[in-house]
């Protein structure tokens, strides 16, 4: 297993909509394991395979942060099949660090996917679990938190970390 690099806020790669996984093999699987690690190590609850710089429609979820096996949920290609009701609580995200915004998202969602088998799988969440699933399928379709706040917040977090990128390489 490996740790992998988690991109940051201003990287193309999570501007860009991922692309469908038609075949689930060793490579896929083994993508699967290092997000899991990757992950657990940030520590996260919820981790897309483009935040690793792999424009694919993969995600990781473990509300437990490595506390319980048999909560790690990967799935591939999700897709939300209904949503219901409307939260507002901050979020964050591992890929725009420290910042923490309250943002609406459905209650309850169904989603669907496959598992690394290969075997079709719905699965009914609420709650933070709904808003996790939310967040990472919004990642594979080239979407932040961040773009979904006001214009005028999403300028300033977008600046701040354009200021950190240019200070940083100076
Ligand atoms: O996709 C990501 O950037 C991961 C993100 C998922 C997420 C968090 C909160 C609401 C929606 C989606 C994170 O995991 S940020 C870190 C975090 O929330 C957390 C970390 C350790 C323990 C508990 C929470
Ligand atoms: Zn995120």
Do not use: W
């Not at 219901?84 to 420290?98: A, I, M």
């Amino acid at each position: 297993m490996a740790r992998l690099e988690i991109i940051k806020i201003g990287h193309p790669t999570l501007a860009k909509k991922s692309v469908r996984i038609e075949k689930i093999d060793d490579e896929i699987r083994r993508l699967a394991r290092d997000m899991v690690e990757t992950m657990h190590a940030a520590p996260g609850i919820g981790l897309s395979a483009p935040q690793v710089n792999v424009s694919r429609r993969l995600i990781t979820v473990d509300l437990s942060v490595g506390e319980n096996k048999d909560e790690i949920i990967v799935l591939v290609n999700p897709d939300i099949l209904s949503r219901e009701g409307k939260v507002v609580r901050e979020e964050g995200c591992l890929s725009v660090p420290e910042i923490y915004e309250k943002v609406a998202r459905p209650q309850k969602v169904v989603v669907k996917g496959q598992d690394l088998e290969g075997r079709d799988r719905v699965l009914e969440a609420q709650d933070m679990l709904a808003r996790v699933f939310c967040h990472e399928i919004d990642h594979l379709d080239g979407k932040l938190f961040v773009d979904i706040l006001s214009p005028l917040k999403r300028k300033l977090i977008r600046q701040k970390f354009k200021k950190k990128d240019e200070a940083d390489e100076s």
